[in-house]
């Protein structure tokens, strides 16, 4: 954003008036000015009731107690299986149709339902307890001739509020402009952490016209006579634009004046170093920054969610060939038989009518082959899964500024989301930033360069001590000498001038001592140089938003603020206009050496030759709405004839030559650098050049169009360029972004699994690949293609190329014919944002993206946030890729691509919390990367697909046991199980262990999964198999459920058949005892499946499979003591009582339970897996041998059966972790001795 502070008359010219030493000149006098719309969004001081607005009722609640019930249920019955048992529901209620009792169809569902609506309304409680806290905050409004406490939500657009020191505990509840503050200044100091994640404190300020109203006095003197005209609402935290006008007592406006975001306050945020505050309410409730960045983002469609919908539906086509079977073969039967006298009466409907009415019947019948509780207990399992992922210790680091008032703490993993759990596990494609994601963003100054005489020589530039540092030994006598126009100035010393003052750190004294300042900035480098400064005896002691204090050799010096052009990722720099002591004007810049955007970096700005005095072709254009009159104001401004005083002559071709060098040098050493120029200012030039920016603001404000912020920008930075041009080299510095612990060998870790990696930077291309070779992205002493247009076309700039076309596709082949002639992934592509905007055109897309398949990683540099996140949609539109794209990052720059990205991963850094707020999963680290991956992806998944598998595979026992039994009961739909035995079977009875498996199972323990051998293999097999989750999985199951149903039943079927068991009184046996028995057989059988499948055994795993057993016998044994008359009303009918007791006494009974509860499955199951192991055995089961088995050398297999190790589908080739070699002038990680696994670890694992 732009923020243009302040300004003061520079030395005197001929024919210029003095300016007055203590007034400020009047922001934007220029005549020509844009009409300012008076439709437009107002407010008017301390006078609400001109205008009416939202109230600012905040509420971040979902639901309220009237739209609560039918809103939740609208929700629930969008799933299939919900719409499925709602129609059973409807079905069970018509009389005649339903076998069973119909409450208990109606019950699991309601279950089911006020399960969710309890999840939903906790959270929602919890939410309606955050805005009534929030709501009720104390406000002091100024009502009458006093200021008032009142509640937040009595404030009103127009209102002013008084905000102090004691009042930090309550940040701001509205977004207001600053009017007037205790400072002389108008300064603010202001805390955003709420809003943005940012705790370094920024600095705000009153404008001038305005920061005169101090008293209540003042207030009510001037109540509605100041009228803001503002933008309307946006999101965009950064972007804010409007204008004031007075209104005379003849009922007339006055000139306007313009105001920017550096004038207002964001709601949430907290005022610092401040005494007091008075701000004039722009925006409230929903409409204020915080309101309008609080939407509740909808649930993405995901592949759990896919897939269990398309099971669901699978089961529903296998029902109804089963239901239209079964009521073909009732017809049949109804025909065959309807002269038989004993059912004769049940007979007489027509063929066409039994087929309908037993179509319903079934329907009901077999809705328990669908589990009616999947969708909530994986929702349950899903939520407890990110709780481990939040607990988890290994991912936990020990962090400063994360506790209250910047305390230390620790931090671990923060997931925002469930449904992206099975995700993490198939990740195909990570695309990483650079700075502070692979490093640890705490930039560290390493030396630099300075012009020395003529140009052709330069102090400092070597690559070794001590001739890196031109600063070293530095010293001057005061500080009025750092920044002069004297020709004979030390050229270090304007080095220094632009490190110490071009920059937005703000100094920070200690209060116990005074002497001591440490600085704070959104920046890290800006706080290094400044840092490294006061360690060569420049030290900056005060900072306000109009001047900069420097202290040096014990003297202090102030220089004045005249306007601060901030960074922007179009310009690639940063700006500031001073005015010295001795009265002169500088521009001090600082930026990138050359970047293919706006301005072409800091050697086209110094090099006087590419400046002409005309407007960049790009903007004389007008492409939107409304932008005319500021491209005429933008013409015109360019046209100025003069530009300065004692212009500096142009930079020599050898200069150029030296930086460049220089630069790649460091580039080459992974180093950061940036490049300083400085130049001179006419005093009447910068008059001109600052009326005619704020005419060019102000005319912005009628632009129109979906890309209006964005074509503002562009108007204003061109704007800014006018400024920013003939500089003279003023030298350029190096520093240092260790890299994080730990890597190189996780990056290596997801190579060896066949993960592309890309690196999205916006460093220039020469420090990413240095990195990248350092953190081993880029194979050392493999194959690294840089396809780079400017290299490509013989010309070192952009403009001067004539056919980038023709040589971006040229490049392209080049790529395609290495690759094409070198094995799968060996190939690293470097390359810059043109080239990959010629790429990515519809021409040669296609073709990039066929050949990005098999690369091995990739080193993007210079790249914007739009391009980062140009790059991820376009990977994720690629035909065929048959995985999850992940993109990770740590600051603001980053969000386009995390948006973007199917899984997006913030890094919990010091850039701000942007990065982790837009997140899916914030992490501390880049190495906790392959923990989440490995450890709870790979767990996410294998838990889930365990407990959706088994929960289908016990219904489907349950059901086919139904469908064995019509066969004997002429396919009448007569259930063959107890009503409430079946309505609670689900829930109750198995609903535990499917639970807990999908919470807490594990296959393998975390040591194979992270080690860098058997760990990559596993991950890959997992995703490009999708192990767990495939066509064979889910046939496995339905085999097994068949299998098991088969003994279930037909294992009892002899004893129904001849009902024999011998009871000592002579009492024969009912359908209901059998019924019983058979459900019983479901019930062990299921729970012995579940018993032998866990292979992490924990108190909870066992603690569900005892309570299941448990619990049934329970039930039963007490739901057989109950009469039928104990029921009032017959509302649970029941033929159950005395079955227990009945059951309890047969010795048939306890030899069937024993079979199938501890025989079948472990017979059949079992068995099956020995099969599979000796002749048909995998890399996961080599793994598990060695993890239960290592001090065996040998697989146990037949001698038939291939040998794992030499298999190449089941076993790949996987180098050592010996085999990460770093260069040694590359960059150092932070911990340089860590341990590297042993001997005798790597010999057991790689085994």
């Keep these: 954003t732009v923020s243009v502070l302040y300004w003061r008359g520079g030395p005197m010219q001929p024919g210029d008036t003095a300016p007055d030493a203590n007034q400020t000149a009047p922001f934007g006098n220029s005549p020509k000015r844009a009409p300012i719309d008076d439709a437009a969004r107002v407010a008017y001081l301390g006078d609400p009731a001109q205008t009416s607005y939202c109230s600012n009722v905040f509420i971040s609640s979902m639901y309220t107690w009237w739209n609560f019930v039918p809103v939740v249920l609208l929700n629930q019955f969008k799933l299939i299986s919900n719409i499925y048992f709602g129609l059973n529901v409807v079905i069970a209620l018509i009389p005649g149709v339903s076998p069973i009792t119909p409450i208990t169809a109606v019950l699991p569902l309601i279950i089911v339902l006020g399960t969710a609506m309890y999840m939903e309304g906790t959270e929602d409680y919890q939410r309606h307890k955050a805005d009534q806290k929030n709501n009720s905050a104390p406000v002091y409004i100024l009502e009458g001739r006093e200021w008032v406490k009142k509640k937040s939500t009595d404030v009103k657009v127009g209102d002013l509020l008084r905000v102090e020191k004691s009042h930090q505990q309550h940040s701001l509840k509205a977004d207001v402009l600053i009017i007037s503050s205790s400072d002389d200044d108008g300064q603010v100091y202001v805390e955003t952490s709420q809003l943005d994640g940012e705790t370094s404190v920024k600095f705000k300020k009153a404008v001038r016209e305005t920061q005169i109203l101090q008293t209540i006095d003042d207030f009510i003197d001037k109540k509605g006579k100041l009228k803001v005209v503002m933008d309307d609402p946006v999101k965009d935290l950064y972007k804010w634009q409007g204008s004031a006008r007075w209104i005379l007592p003849d009922g007339t406006e006055s000139a306007p004046f313009n105001l920017n975001v550096e004038n207002t306050i964001w709601r949430s945020s907290s005022i610092r170093r401040t005494d007091w505050m008075v701000g004039l309410v722009l925006y409230t409730g929903k409409e204020t920054k915080m309101g309008l960045n609080m939407e509740h983002k909808p649930r993405t469609v995901n592949t759990l969610d896919t897939r269990l919908n398309v099971a669901v539906l699978a089961l529903f086509i296998l029902q109804n060939i089963i239901m239209i079977i079964l009521c073909a073969q009732s017809a049949s039967f109804a025909v065959d038989h309807k002269s038989d006298w004993y059912i004769e009466t049940w007979l007489k409907a027509s063929p066409y009518e039994t087929f309908f009415l037993n179509y319903l019947t079934w329907f009901i019948l077999l809705s328990f082959m669908i589990p009616i509780s999947l969708f909530v207990t994986v929702r349950f399992c899903l939520r407890i899964q990110i709780k481990l992922m939040d607990m988890d210790q290994e991912m936990m680091v020990w962090m400063l500024g994360v506790g209250e008032e910047g305390a230390a703490g620790w931090v671990g993993c923060k997931p925002k989301t469930s449904y992206k759990n099975l995700e993490l596990s198939n990740v195909k494609y990570i695309f990483s930033d650079k700075t502070g994601t692979l490093t640890e963003n705490k930039m560290t100054y390493v030396g630099g360069a300075v012009p020395s005489g003529n140009g052709n020589t330069w102090v400092g530039g070597g690559l070794e001590a001590p001739s890196l540092d031109p600063l070293a030994g530095f010293h001057i006598t005061h500080p009025n000498q750092l920044l002069t126009t004297d020709p004979d100035t030390p050229a270090r010393n304007k080095l220094m001038a632009v490190i110490v003052l071009c920059n937005t750190v703000v100094p920070v004294q200690d209060e116990e001592d005074p002497t001591v300042f440490t600085y704070e900035g959104t920046s890290p480098d800006e706080v290094a140089l400044v840092t490294a400064a006061k360690q060569h005896g420049v030290v900056m002691t005060k900072r ?143 008059n001109t050049w600052k009326a005619s920016f704020e005419s060019i603001r102000t005319a912005t404000m009628a632009l129109k169009g979906p890309h209006r912020d964005h074509r503002k920008e562009e108007l204003e930075d061109a704007a800014k360029l006018s400024m920013e041009r003939e500089l003279t080299m003023g030298g350029l510095v190096a520093y240092e972004d260790m890299l994080q612990d730990e890597v190189p060998e996780t990056i290596k870790f997801f190579l060896d699994a066949d993960v592309a990696v890309w690196m999205l930077t916006g460093d220039k291309l020469e420090t990413a690949i240095e990195i990248a070779k350092s953190c081993n992205l880029a194979k050392a002493g493999g194959l690294l293609f840089e396809a780079h247009l400017a290299k490509a076309a013989g010309s070192p700039s952009l403009a001067r190329r004539e056919e980038p076309e023709v040589a971006a596709k040229n490049l392209l082949q080049e790529l395609k014919d290495l690759v094409a002639a070198n094995p799968p992934n060996e190939v690293t592509l470097a390359t810059d944002e043109t080239t990959l905007s010629y790429f990515l055109n519809d021409k040669n897309q296609d073709s990039f993206l066929e050949v990005s398949k098999k690369l091995r990683s990739a080193v993007c540099a210079r790249l914007t946030p739009k391009m980062k996140g140009t790059i991820v949609k376009a990977c994720m539109n690629m035909q065929e890729m048959n995985g999850t794209v992940l993109a990770i990052g740590d600051g603001g720059n980053d969000v386009t691509m995390i948006n973007e990205a199917h899984v997006g991963i913030g890094i919990i850094g010091i850039e701000g919390r942007a990065a982790e707020l837009a997140s899916d999963y914030a992490i501390p680290r880049f ?10 992806g790979k767990f996410s998944r294998y838990r889930t697909a365990m407990c959706v598998g088994y929960s289908f595979y016990k219904n489907l026992v349950l059901s086919l046991c139904q469908v064995y039994f019509a066969i004997f009961s002429g396919y009448s739909a007569m259930t063959l199980f107890d009503s409430w035995l079946l309505a609670v079977i689900n829930t109750v009875f198995t609903g535990a262990p499917p639970f807990f498996m999908g919470c807490f199972e594990k296959d393998l323990h975390e040591e194979p999964l992270l080690h860098p051998v058997t760990g990559p293999v596993l991950y890959k097999q997992q995703r490009d198999e999708n192990l767990y989750m495939n066509a064979k999985s889910a046939a496995m199951w339905v085999g097994t459920a068949v299998l098991h149903s088969v003994f279930v039943f037909w294992f009892w079927y002899p004893t129904m058949q001849q009902d024999d068991l011998d009871q000592d009184d002579g009492r024969t046996s009912d359908l209901a005892t059998h019924g019983a028995a058979i459900i019983t057989g479901v019930i062990l059988v299921t729970i012995a499946k579940a018993v032998a499948h866990i292979r992490h055994h924990t108190c909870l795993q066992f603690g569900s499979i005892v309570f299941s057993y448990s619990f049934y016998f329970c039930f039963i044994a007490v739901y057989g003591s109950i009469a039928m008359f104990c029921f009032p009303f017959s509302v649970c009918e029941t033929q159950f009582y005395g079955i227990t007791a009945y059951l309890f006494g047969s010795s048939k009974f306890y030899l069937y339970c024993f079979f199938i509860g501890l025989a079948v499955p472990y017979i059949t199951d079992v068995a099956g897996l020995y099969v599979q192991r000796q002749w048909y055995p995998t890399y996961l089961d080599v793994v598990q041998w060695n993890e239960f088995y290592p001090g065996h050398e040998e697989w146990p297999i037949c001698c038939c059966a291939p040998t794992p190790e030499l298999d190449p589908d089941c076993m790949k080739e996987v180098t050592s972790q010996s085999d990460v070699v770093q260069d040694p002038g590359a960059p150092r990680t932070a911990n340089e001795d860590r341990q590297q696994p042993d001997a005798d670890e790597q010999e057991v694992w790689g085994r």
């Excluded at 040098?665 to 180093?671: F, L, P």
């Design 927 to 936: 190495r906790h990367l392959k923990r989440l991956l490995t450890i709870h």
């Design 544 to 686: 306000t938003t109009r001047s900069i204090t420097i202290s040096a050799n014990g003297k202090e010096a102030t220089f004045n603020i005249l306007a601060v052009l901030d960074f922007s990722s179009n310009r690639k720099m940063m700006s500031i206009v001073l005015q010295t002591p001795q009265g002169e004007l500088i521009l001090l810049t600082k930026g990138a050496d050359s970047h293919e955007g706006l301005g072409r970096g800091m050697f086209e700005r110094i090099d006087a030759c590419t400046n002409d005095d005309a407007i960049p072709a790009e903007f004389t254009a007008t492409e939107e709405a409304g932008d005319a009159e500021a491209v005429r104001l933008l013409k015109e401004l360019w046209t100025k004839a003069p530009i300065g005083v004692d212009t500096p002559s142009p930079i020599h071709q050898q200069h150029v030559e030296l930086c460049t060098t220089t630069l790649q040098g460091y580039g080459r050493k992974g180093w950061r650098t940036l490049v300083f120029g400085w130049r001179q200012v006419d005093c009447t030039w910068f």
